[in-house]
């Protein structure tokens, strides 16, 4: 089932999500209907925040990324790139923070450039709620990151320059009150 997706301006998008046991209740649906929500969106990452849970989970699947890249190759084996993340904690970041522009389900329409080390380690359990630990790099991690701050409370817009953010003020005030071209399925907090 595709859910709304919650956008920028829900306090459940601000608010750090809480650690969950394997007997969730629905667990297995919600990890389901996420994946259906977000290939719908065509996005490559979504935390269940953005569909106003506020629990410690997100997806992955990165394939949607190397198709709507021109490249022919896939170095980093993005294509294949499919996880869940319950109850995860980042332990380390490594690197030269890099750029990169990000956008967000959440924030349609609104891309920006973000600063984030290149190098990560997370432990995490797996929908089988079997313990990991892993390290990732490059554009894996990068998404990681991304989803990792929306169980957090924190949005990419959060980490751009204060002066961009101003910039895009009016724009994040339209998306809240749901004036925005988008394709898929939303709530927004001040739609009247």
């Known amino acids: 089932m595709i859910l709304p997706i919650i956008a920028f301006g829900d306090p459940v998008l601000k608010k750090k999500a809480v650690e969950i046991t394997k007997d969730y209740p629905g667990l297995s649906q919600l990890i ?3 994946f259906d929500t977000m290939k719908n969106a065509k996005g490559v990452g979504l935390a269940a925040p953005q569909v106003g849970v506020s629990i410690r989970l997100f997806i992955i699947d990165a394939a949607p990324y190397v198709d709507n890249e ?6 980093e084996g993005l294509k294949s790139f499919k996880r869940i993340f319950i109850n995860a904690q980042i332990i380390e970041q490594n ?3 890099w750029k ?12 920006e450039d973000v600063e984030r080390k290149p190098e990560l380690r997370i432990r995490y359990m797996d929908e089988k ?5 892993e390290a990732f790099n490059g554009v894996k991690a990068r998404i990681i990151q991304h989803e990792y701050d929306h169980i957090e409370g924190v949005l990419f817009t959060d980490r751009i320059n204060p002066l961009r953010k101003r910039l895009l003020k009016r724009k994040l005030t339209d998306i809240s009150k749901g004036d925005v071209d988008v394709s898929y399925k939303m709530k927004f907090p001040l739609k009247k």
């Open 95 to 97: 690197g030269e923070l």
């Open 70 to 75: 021109e490249e022919e190759k896939d170095d």
């Open 100 to 111: 990169f522009n990000e956008g967000c389900l959440s924030i349609p329409s609104i891309r």
């Open 129 to 133: 709620f079997l313990p990991k630990e």
């Open 32 to 34: 389901a209907n996420m």
